[in-house]
């Protein structure tokens, strides 16, 4: 497997959608590449770093002003 | 007035679909609920689309305010939350338009650039690359690093990796095919990890 195959198959390793055959030829490709192993170790850390840091948080009192508004209109039938 | 069905396949029908009858029979309350539930999504994923603080506002507000209106034609097909979004996805587009002077602005802008598609930074991360930013530092490098991205990836990593949608919620919301989503998610992964390792990648000679 080339690397090129390699990272098309990317996305379907992460997300963990690739039949028992595949992961196998997969692997062998990481036990030889580093460089392939560093792509997907950091692809991985990249959505766990921004799943897990709130980026644009909505503050409490903006939250309530925004939400009374949207209640206030339903209300009158919007 | 129609009711609801069950998603096909499901057994329990979702939370939603029993607050969602309970608008339609006219209870306000059930619709604060589901504001509750969703307003910081939505907020955020407006804000992706928008950039901008006072559009993500405005665009969140009309999103909820045209759900409500439109809640006869929710099918129950889909869920609630995904109905929701492709709402907020159109609401956010259409601030954009207008802050850009009615210029045209569409999920498809940018995906032409092969930019980021092959990996060119091979060094390895730091075992904890967050620890050396402070949390004001490192939400910065996060918003200056997926700002950065063709919209048209953006929206489909914030929905797909951030929010949490199936590839399949993810087409049907913004309206593209299976193997588009795929491929600008996987696009955008990689422009991220790119732009992330100049921040990230581990130090030579030990230092931090």
């Not at chain 2, 939505?42 to 992706?48: N, S, T």
């Not at chain 2, 969140?60 to 709402?87: C, H, P």
Request: proline share 3%; glycine share 6%.
């Amino acid at each position: 497997m080339k690397c090129t195959e390699f990272l098309a198959r990317l996305d379907d390793l992460i997300d963990d959608s690739v039949t028992p055959e595949m992961r196998v030829e997969l692997q062998g490709h990481l036990g030889r590449c580093g460089h392939c192993e560093v792509v997907l170790n950091t692809t991985r850390k990249t959505i766990e770093i921004y799943r897990s840091h709130e980026i644009y948080d909505l503050p409490a009192g903006l939250r309530d002003r925004l939400h009374a508004a949207i209640m206030a209109r339903c209300k009158k039938g919007c | 007035m129609a009711t609801i069905q069950p998603i096909a396949g499901e057994l329990e029908p979702h939370p939603d679909v029993a607050l969602v009858e309970r608008v339609r029979g006219g209870d306000v309350s059930a619709y604060d609920t589901l504001v509750r539930k969703y307003d910081r999504q939505i907020f955020r994923i407006a804000q992706h689309v928008t950039q901008n603080r006072e559009d993500a506002e405005d665009a969140m507000q009309d999103a909820f305010l045209k759900a409500y209106e439109k809640l006869d034609q929710f099918q129950g097909n889909s869920k609630f939350y995904t109905w929701l979004v492709r709402i907020a996805v159109n609401e956010s587009l259409m601030r954009l338009r207008k802050r850009r002077t009615g210029k045209m602005v569409s999920i498809d802008e940018d995906v032409e650039t092969e930019e980021g598609s092959v990996p060119r930074d091979l060094a390895d991360w730091a075992p904890d690359p967050e620890q050396n930013y402070n949390q004001a530092e490192l939400g910065e490098i996060l918003r200056k690093t997926i700002q950065g991205l063709p919209q048209g990836f953006r929206i489909v990593f914030v929905l797909r990796d951030v929010e949490g949608l199936s590839t399949e919620e993810t087409a049907e919301t913004l309206g593209l095919s299976i193997p588009a989503v795929k491929s600008r998610l996987l696009r955008a992964r990689l422009q991220l990890r790119e732009r992330l390792s100049r921040y990230f990648h581990r130090k030579r000679g030990g230092e931090k």
